[in-house]
Structures are given as structure tokens and as C-alpha cells.
């Protein structure tokens, strides 16, 4: 599968946790952005990295945080879990940083917090 | 701020019939608008963009910067239209990021 991937697909943990989220960009993409998808504030833009660096922020909580490393795989990190941090994670990539670029979405990862 | 509203949550039509998926925005500038469609298990892919101008399986979306929307049109829907659409902009503010409407349900029947 050439397009972007997510990994895991659920994610079952308890309050106060840690978790990993993992995105590979498609073939090529440079650009990779974080959304949290809940069921009150809809799609929501967390953050994006371009090519290793951080390049915008969005609604991102400091006890979330994300990096793209040399192979251009990104990993979002979420500490001190709480309930509502519940919600499905996406991951885009594109190829460049451009609002005129496609942004592809992974398939989500699904946390739940209890 | 920069918003999207999307008014309708859900939108029940026959097929055949016209539809019509509302998106209003508020942004200070001139935003990239989208629509985005995610049907039953795939993931969330993108329709059409207003800069494109084109039409896709039959959808067409006009930008009318005066009353700052972007709804998506189609005359006749057919029941594989079925699905979850959500309109996106995206500016400098934002970066190239999208900010995303809370989406609106399509569901069409026969």
C-alpha cells in the first residue's frame, strides 16, 4: 500500500497513560499533518511538520506532542492522558507545502481513554 | 477567526432529486475552500477545490466570495452519493493546514 498508514488501527488505554501514535507519508510526501477527530468539536487540525521540522501548530495541548524523523515517518505523542482526549487521530501528508496540494488522509487510529 | 459552518447535519434526499450540501466560512483574505468526501469504511479523500473549477461525479461547487460560501451541488443524486462531506479551507493563517467544517451527512435513498 502506497498511501499513507497509521499504525495501530485502536488504541485501549487507561487515564494518566502514554501512547504513540505512528503515520508513514505516501511515497515522496514531505509534508505531514496531525487531525484529532472527536465527536463535539468535528475535525481539528493539531499540528504539521514539513520535511523534519515543525511547521504550524494548530489546537494542539501541551501534553500532546510530534515529530517527523529522517524517513519522513511521523509519531504523535500523547501524555497524561485524560477521557476526552478520546477521538480518532488522522494523519495527512502532501507532497509539498502548499495549500494548493492534496492532502491524503491515513485510515485513523482510534483511541479510547478509560 | 477562520471557521467553517456547515449547517446541515444531516440531508436526506431521493435519488434523482437535486442536492445541495451548504458551507458558509469566515476568513479575513482569500482561503483555498474544499470539499472533502469520506464514504462507509474508506478514508476521507478530496471531492473538488474551488480553484480547479471542475466538476467531479457530477458535484460542482461555486465559491461566492460576497456571501463567503462554498455549497456543493449536484442535480441528480444517485445513492452511491451516500456519504460524509466536509468543507475545508485553507489560508495562511491556517498554513497550509485545513480547517474543516463538522461535516454533513448525505444520505440518499430510492
Known amino acids: 500500500d502506497s498511501g499513507v498508514t497509521q499504525t495501530p488501527k485502536h488504541l485501549i488505554t487507561a487515564t494518566g497513560q502514554r501512547v504513540t501514535l505512528r503515520c508513514s507519508p505516501r511515497?515522496?510526501?514531505?509534508?505531514v499533518y496531525w487531525y484529532q477527530q472527536s465527536l463535539d468539536q468535528g475535525l481539528q487540525f493539531l499540528i504539521q511538520?514539513?520535511?523534519?521540522?515543525?511547521?504550524a501548530k494548530g489546537n494542539i495541548l501541551e501534553r500532546f506532542s510530534a515529530q517527523q524523523f529522517p524517513d519522513l515517518h511521523s509519531e504523535l505523542n500523547l501524555s497524561s492522558l485524560e477521557l476526552g482526549d478520546s477521538a480518532l487521530y488522522f494523519c495527512?501528508?502532501?507532497?509539498?507545502?502548499?495549500?494548493?496540494?492534496?492532502?491524503?488522509f491515513g485510515p485513523g487510529t482510534r483511541l479510547t481513554v478509560l | 477567526a477562520q471557521r467553517v459552518t456547515q449547517p446541515e447535519k444531516l440531508l436526506s434526499v431521493f435519488k434523482g432529486a437535486p442536492v445541495e450540501l451548504k458551507c458558509n466560512y469566515s476568513?479575513?483574505?482569500?482561503?483555498?475552500l474544499f470539499w472533502y468526501v469520506q464514504y462507509s469504511r474508506q478514508r476521507l479523500q478530496l471531492l473538488l477545490r474551488?480553484?480547479s473549477r471542475e466538476s467531479i461525479k457530477g458535484f460542482t461547487a461555486d465559491l461566492n466570495k460576497g456571501e463567503t460560501s462554498f455549497h456543493l451541488k449536484k442535480p441528480f443524486a444517485q445513492e452511491e452519493d451516500s456519504a460524509m462531506y466536509y468543507c475545508?479551507?485553507?489560508?495562511?493563517?491556517?498554513?497550509?493546514?485545513?480547517?474543516f467544517g463538522k461535516g454533513t451527512t448525505l444520505s440518499v435513498s430510492s
Open positions: 495527512a501528508s502532501s507532497a509539498r507545502d502548499s495549500r494548493l496540494n492534496e492532502q491524503f
Open positions: 475545508a479551507l485553507s489560508g495562511y493563517q491556517a498554513g497550509t493546514a485545513l480547517i
Open positions: 474551488h480553484i
Open positions: 511538520y514539513y520535511n523534519g521540522e515543525e511547521r
Open positions: 476568513y479575513s483574505g482569500s482561503p483555498e
Open positions: 511515497s515522496g510526501d514531505l509534508s
